[in-house]
């Protein structure tokens, strides 16, 4: 590594994961430990090196290291406008408050995307078309380039580029706003003039009746009713002047007038007259208002087509600016932090580890550059790096969240076990190429993280295809290919002219669905396990999670024995019957497996309770047995509701299957006439069987295999220059 310019007394403490397997640092000092423990950590440090390949095997994470640079203050922007280059760069998330420099063109910032966000929520501008949109309308996106030398020349230019938009903008929403309050007005004006050319009411006449006291108003609609209880010796006439409002004409006696005005003062409401910038006469008056009505619905329409205009001509640039503006506001946000020196800047952060020369190279020569090579840190960012097939399969993964970077991403087993769940579930080659073809459309038509939807839907198709083949139906439909198959499974059987399922060959389904869902649970069990020695929980690793696998195990084998028995348990070390699939001799297999459990039991049970108790004394050895036991307990009620739930696979299956010999008994009955039933019905089979059968899988990836080894409460690598969708920034060099 290049030497760095002294700029004070900076301490680079290096720290190897090979090292610290061994020993523990405490107070400055080496602490030496038992020679019992110290066995016991070298051996889990051999079983940890055979499951990691050498200590070197990322399992679908990429290994990252600590990451410092220190940089004179005058060329932060400079050393910001390379590492957005770079990109792969996370930089470490900091407590302290902005940069002086930064805070005024942070909130300007702000202030901006507060206005672009206004703008687009009043424009109803689609941020992002929904997958509806994309799949069947017109949706392309093209990204708009914005190049720029810094970041200030950044900032000026989103600064100058939004300015005249969102005037322009304004503008029109103003001329909008204000002519629709007029109209709001005017209208209410025009329907009360109208109201009273009807019933030929002069307000000026009316008022000059001697004995009578004659009152038009306009009240709400609601207050109608208790009006007219409030003057029960009146004569209220009402008609409807708008939707929420009414005209009405109260005449009463005119000794009666000091009452009828309290009862309207009471209700806010006052005796209409023509407004005085409007002739009294009412014709003339009610003309005036028709003219200025249709003129300013006129310039409202006006006004609505120049934001049309704007949302279709500028829509997409608004949207662009206003992507470019939170990517500089987080880039200024993270990079932007004080660093407690006055004259230098300190960055912290996390490349990949494939990275460092590069980035040595490249930064090395004018900064300081550092690194930190300690390997397990739980507060460091995770990067995943599968490839391919099995990278569409994380968003299962997520679901749960994101592996911590010293965590295990099962994201490859998700990719195995989630198709062959899919594809027994949902065997059918037809509905499966139909579901992958789909797949494929949707591959093409969406953008951004729905692809890696659509390519998930592809290969759960294709996996259902391959299961139809086997099994050998299309649509429901016994298939027969010109080319000789092993039938696997024969499923239904057809007596004369009804069909059934050969339960035999149900049965043969269900012991292989248990066989998988074994499986799964000892690689689940084998994972939680790895966890354990990876975090240096060696007692818990052996005292614990080993024996909790030879249990399952050997409990299996035990189960083995006893259908092999015939379900005797006094015959189970005497029988000469086979073991199911093994073919050994009950009598010789049954001791192994009850061996082998009960050892495992006991493990359990005193395996804890004689290291922490008697020979660590960190806790009551009648205690640890207890909490051993209930563990041993809570392990066989696992074992069996966890294995039991892979049965589901197939009676989802079997569902399926019912399912389309029931719509298939239309074509039998009614032959080509049948077509638009069988079709419909089809579509509808695997809109409902495909969500539950995705549900299902999901379900027994969530609750029977994550549970046993993933938290999934790691951080998610950001790299500094982020995907977008609608922009890029370009720094000219």
Request: with cysteine.
């Amino acid at each position: 590594m290049n030497e760095a310019p002294e700029w004070g007394k900076l301490i680079i403490v290096s720290r190897s994961i090979n090292s610290t397997i061994f020993t523990d640092m405490s107070n400055g000092g080496i602490i030496e430990d038992s020679y019992f423990h110290y066995k016991m950590r070298l051996y889990c440090a051999i079983i940890l090196t055979i499951l990691e390949g050498q200590g070197r095997s990322s399992l679908g994470l990429t290994e990252l290291v600590k990451t410092i640079v220190i940089v004179p203050e005058y060329k932060i922007t400079e050393v910001i406008r390379e590492l957005y280059d770079f990109e792969w760069f996370h930089v470490e998330e900091k407590e302290t408050g902005l940069d002086e420099k930064i805070v005024k063109v942070h909130d300007d910032l702000r202030k901006l995307g507060l206005e672009l966000d206004t703008l687009i929520s009043s424009l109803n501008i689609s941020v992002e078309a929904g997958i509806l949109v994309q799949l069947v309308g017109k949706y392309r996106v093209q990204k708009e380039k914005i190049e720029v030398e810094d970041v200030e020349d950044l900032v000026g230019k989103l600064e100058n580029d939004a300015e005249p938009l969102i005037r322009q903008a304004k503008d029109s929403m103003e001329i909008q706003r204000r002519n629709r309050e007029e109209l709001k007005q005017l209208e209410t004006l025009y329907s009360t003039l109208k109201t009273l050319l009807n019933f030929d009411i002069d307000p000026a006449r009316i008022q000059k009746l001697k004995r009578f006291y004659v009152v038009f108003t306009v009240a709400e609609a609601g207050a109608i009713n208790e009006i007219k209880r409030s003057l029960p010796a009146s004569y209220v006439i009402d008609a409807p002047v708008s939707k929420n409002l009414a005209g009405l004409l109260i005449v009463s006696m005119r000794e009666d007038e000091e009452k009828v005005d309290r009862v309207l003062r009471g209700f806010g409401i006052k005796p209409f007259t023509i407004p005085s910038d409007f002739p009294q006469d009412l014709n003339e008056a009610y003309n005036l208002v028709v003219e200025k009505k249709k003129r300013l619905e006129e310039e409202l329409k006006k006004a609505e087509e120049e934001l049309e205009k704007i949302k279709e001509e500028a829509g997409p640039r608004i949207v662009a600016l206003r992507e470019a503006v939170r990517v500089v506001e987080e880039l200024l946000d993270r990079l932007g932090r004080k660093s407690g020196l006055k004259r230098f800047r300190i960055i912290n952060g996390y490349i990949p580890r494939d990275m460092k020369k590069q980035f040595e190279s490249r930064f090395g020569e004018r900064y300081g550059v550092f690194f930190e090579e300690e390997k397990h840190e739980h507060h460091a960012p995770t990067l995943l790096n599968n490839k391919g097939v099995v990278k569409s399969f994380e968003n299962i993964t997520l679901i749960q969240g994101y592996p911590r970077n010293d965590e295990i991403d099962p994201t490859p087993f998700i990719a195995v076990f989630f198709s062959i769940f899919y594809g027994i579930m949902f065997a059918d080659l037809g509905q499966g190429l139909v579901l992958a073809l789909f797949g494929l459309y949707m591959y093409r038509r969406v953008k951004g993280s729905l692809r890696e939807w659509a390519k998930l839907l592809t290969i759960l198709g294709l996996s259902a295809a391959i299961a139809g083949f086997i099994i050998g139906e299309a649509f429901g439909f016994k298939i027969h290919f010109p080319f000789p198959k092993p039938e696997v499974l024969h499923l239904v059987e057809e007596h004369a002219e009804t069909t059934q399922f050969n339960m035999s060959e149900v049965l043969k389904l269900i012991q292989f669905t248990l066989f998988l869902g074994a499986t799964h649970l000892t690689i689940g069990y084998t994972l939680s396990f790895r966890k354990a020695l990876r975090h240096r929980e060696y007692v818990e690793a052996l005292t614990g999670k080993l024996p909790t696998i030879t249990m399952y195990l050997f409990g299996i084998l035990f189960a083995l024995c006893f259908f092999g028995a015939g379900g005797d348990m006094a015959t189970l070390t005497s029988s000469e019957n086979p073991v199911p699939y093994l073919g050994i001799p009950t009598k010789t297999l049954a001791p192994i497996a009850i061996g082998g459990a009960v050892s495992s039991m006991f493990i359990i049970i005193l395996g804890r309770a004689i290291i922490e108790g008697i020979i660590q004394k960190k806790g009551g050895i009648v205690g640890l047995m207890g909490g051993g036991l209930l563990e041993v307990l809570e392990n066989i009620i696992h074992f069996m509701s966890n294995s039991l739930s892979y049965v589901r696979i197939t009676v989802l299956f079997l569902v399926h299957t019912a399912l389309l010999m029931l719509l298939n008994a239309s074509w039998h009955a009614l032959g080509l006439t049948s077509l638009p039933i069988l079709i419909i019905g089809n579509l509808g089979i695997m809109a409902l069987e495909g969500l539950m059968v995705f549900i299902q899988s999901l379900r027994l990836h969530l609750y029977e295999f994550f549970t046993k080894f993933y938290e999934g409460v790691g951080t998610p690598f950001k790299k500094i220059k982020p995907d977008t969708s609608y922009v890029e920034i370009v720094f000219r060099k």
